[in-house]
């Protein structure tokens, strides 16, 4: 086979699934370490605007942010809560899945990793309290608008208006977390289980995250995010 054959391949295969597994697509995964093969592929990289890396034996792709064909656009994300969405409920939205992401993976020691599991139920709560102190101080919004042009009070407001009883629509807090959580089930990185009442990450995204987008400053950004403003709200 040809290093273009080759190189076309792994990227189908990327595309298809998401990742390549040096366990079940062992003699095209090797491939990948051929200095030509490799070569090709960076040349798509930089023509589409993604990356592939190699991470604990499965490579994956990730595209480059802004990536409108292989990544999600904002309003891909309102449209993925209603036609007639608004900007707001996209940034909820981004909002939620960055919250997800801190609670499994905002450790102090040096595996981040806090938990294997997170309960829908506790990931409301959380979110009830958060949203309440910005709410109810303003000190937590004024932060975070600051800080990173983010209209984290109009999110709050949001929030606070949807529904609390454990239904599943666009209204409730529990449907627009489902929603949030199924679009990173999609992409391989959630498991939703016990009848949609429990989160659990992949391999995928304890590679990705513990091997790849988390490093020490990383750790410390996404925690002064979450944390910080909080406490100068508590204060």
Avoid at 98 to 108: A, N, P
Avoid at 198 to 209: G, I, N, V, Y
């Amino acid at each position: 086979m040809s290093e273009i054959k080759t190189a076309l391949k792994i990227y189908r295969k990327l595309l298809e699934k998401g990742q390549l597994d040096r366990e079940s697509e062992g003699d095209l995964f090797l491939e990948f370490r051929n200095v030509e093969v490799r070569a090709i592929l960076a040349e798509l990289e930089e023509e589409l605007e993604f990356k592939v890396i190699e991470v604990a034996g499965s490579l994956y792709l990730l595209p480059n942010s802004g990536n409108g064909v292989l990544g999600y656009t904002t309003k891909d994300l309102r449209e993925s809560v209603a036609t007639d969405a608004k900007l707001v409920d996209a940034y909820l939205l981004s909002y939620i899945s960055m919250f997800i992401l801190y609670l499994f993976y905002g450790g102090r020691n040096r595996n981040p990793k806090q938990r294997e599991f997170l309960r829908i139920s506790t990931l409301i709560e959380e979110l009830d309290r958060r949203f309440e102190l910005a709410l109810n101080d303003g000190e937590e919004g004024k932060v975070l608008e600051d800080k990173y042009a983010l209209n984290f009070t109009r999110i709050a407001e949001l929030w606070a208006s949807k529904q609390d009883f454990e239904e599943r629509g666009r209204k409730t807090k529990t449907g627009t977390i489902l929603n949030t959580c199924r679009l990173l089930e999609r992409e391989a990185l959630l498991r939703i289980v016990d009848d949609d009442r429990e989160l659990r990450p992949t391999r995928k995204l304890d590679d990705l995250m513990l091997n790849y987008y988390l490093d020490d400053s990383r750790v410390e950004e996404i925690r002064e995010f979450f944390e910080g403003a909080v406490s100068h709200a508590q204060n």
